[in-house]
């Protein structure tokens, strides 16, 4: 990427999205609604008192908050576009490929993506195996094989199982969304290297820690480790993570 990291990123061998920020920063915000969490305050009080680190650590961003925006499938479509290449060349395959699905950007029907052949996806950028993705992701949103008008109802996992069984989206991209679009408050995302790093800089002097330690520093955040773990990524780049 231009690579920015944060959130983190999976292992190499697992499909990597462009880091929120980075591809939100591109959006035209005057069509895209911004939605921050109704939680944010408690839960940075609630972290404060419970952690001697958040509690030196949230000041320093003041008001900044997570922030959502887009509808779920052109949110997912854009990180499988954005898996493994840079931001610029993400933002380029996405005008193109948005624009061969017609239109707005922002936000994207799963029939007109179905409606393209294999070659005219090709033709906008999207590798073979991307442009298989996309397809499934369609399809999968098509057909109701993922059941959005009751995620809201469903918890973190059940929402997680639905999206890996879309070609293209492992656990780690699902969680990103949990946090991310549907600002779920109380996700930990231990396959993120971004987070490991930063509970290693904050709270073992740099030592390396591993799943099972970052787990038992996240037990302290609950219920809103997704909170915790949005000032973690922070500490490490100040640049606003959003979606």
């Keep these: 990427m231009a690579k920015r990291s944060l959130p983190g990123s999976e292992p190499a061998a697992a499909a990597v999205p462009v880091p929120p920020a980075a591809v939100e920063a591109a959006v035209d915000t005057a069509l895209a609604a911004t939605v921050t969490p109704p939680y944010w305050d408690e839960a940075c009080r609630h972290l404060a008192k419970r952690d001697r680190v958040m509690k030196k650590l949230i000041p320093k961003f003041g008001e900044a908050r997570l922030q959502s925006r887009g509808d779920a499938f052109t949110t997912l479509a854009r990180s ?107 996700v930990l995302p231990l396959d993120d290297l971004g987070l490991l790093k930063g509970i290693s800089q904050g709270y073992f002097s740099g030592e390396p820690v591993s799943r099972a330690e970052a787990r038992e520093v996240g037990e302290a955040w609950a219920p809103y480790r997704s909170v915790a773990t949005w000032y973690i990524w922070r500490s490490l780049d100040p640049l606003p993570v959003d979606y």
């Design 80 to 186: 499988i576009v954005g898996q493994q290449i840079s931001v610029k060349a993400a933002q380029s395959v996405w005008d193109r490929f948005a624009a061969a699905v017609g239109g707005s950007s922002t936000r994207l029907q799963p029939a007109g993506v179905l409606a393209l052949d294999t070659p005219t996806l090709r033709g906008a950028g999207l590798s073979a195996r991307k442009a298989e993705y996309l397809a499934d992701l369609a399809r999968h949103f098509a057909s109701g094989a993922v059941h959005v008008p009751q995620w809201q109802q469903m918890d973190d996992e059940a929402i997680i199982e639905e999206l890996v069984a879309i070609r293209g989206i492992g656990r780690w991209t699902a969680e990103m969304f949990l946090i991310f679009h549907l600002m779920r408050p109380n």
